[in-house]
């Protein structure tokens, strides 16, 4: 599936965040399968303890608990004699919602999330490598990094701030060993639409919003309802198959798209002007 494996090398390790289902789940495994020694963390100690039960090393890691944090990467450090050699951050979650019903401490808490405590970790992590002269550090944006799409400001917000900053990181990292890459995917089979209905309905007042018609008519029905999966839509493998280009090949590309729609987008954003693109992202 991915090319052949490689010999079993217990000494390569990789942390990975957000393990519980979905991109996480799947790339923890298929490079545990590939001879990584996994470091697979998750939220909840109880999705920790089911991971541990399929033979995973797992930890808790919370982005929005700085304590978890640093006692999770002291734990791997411990019991890797002070080496890591790749970081994938991958957990995250959306609110869906109008940017004008958008309160500020929503804002906040979504970057906390998605965005403050991935640097977080990510500084934590850069002296390992630093002194171990070599090292990846692998971020897994979205095609919502490159391209807005209506309803979703706030995951838009963090994955633009994410590939900026990222952008810049390997730029600073030139020379240090330490390769940075940007995984971009568009839809994906995961959980993420079932997990941020918690969000929403904690955050959006939407029946007293101005747009409670649109809500009601567009926004309600894709967020509750089952449907089919998304025309483009690949399952997580689609993801791990550039992860692992990311942290095994000596030349891992600064970007990795995933999906047709962050190819069409990326080109869109590239050729089109401002105008013309919102008109195309506005019939998405």
Known sequence: MYGPNPPPDRTRTILITGCSSGIGYHAAHALAARG??????CRQEADCARLRDTGLESLRLDYTDTTSIHAALAEIL?????RLDALFNNGAHAIPGATEDLPTDALRAIFEANFFGWHDLTRAVIPVMRAQGAGRIV????????????????YVATKFALEGLSDVLRLEMAGTGIQVSLIEPGPITTR???????????????????????YRDHLLARLYDQRDPDFFELPPEAVTRRLIHAVESRWPKPRYAVTTPTYLLG????????????WLLRKL
């Open 78 to 82: 411990d019991r890797t004699g002070g």
């Open 36 to 41: 990584w020694r996994v470091f697979a963390t």
């Open 139 to 154: 971020q897994n944006s979205s095609v919502l990094g490159l391209a807005a799409l209506r309803w979703r400001g706030a």
């Open 267 to 278: 080109m869109a954003r590239r050729i089109l002007p401002t105008r013309a693109l919102d």
């Open 192 to 214: 993420i639409r079932e997990n941020s209905i918690l969000h929403f309905e904690r955050w959006i007042d939407w029946r007293n919003s101005a747009r409670a018609d649109q």
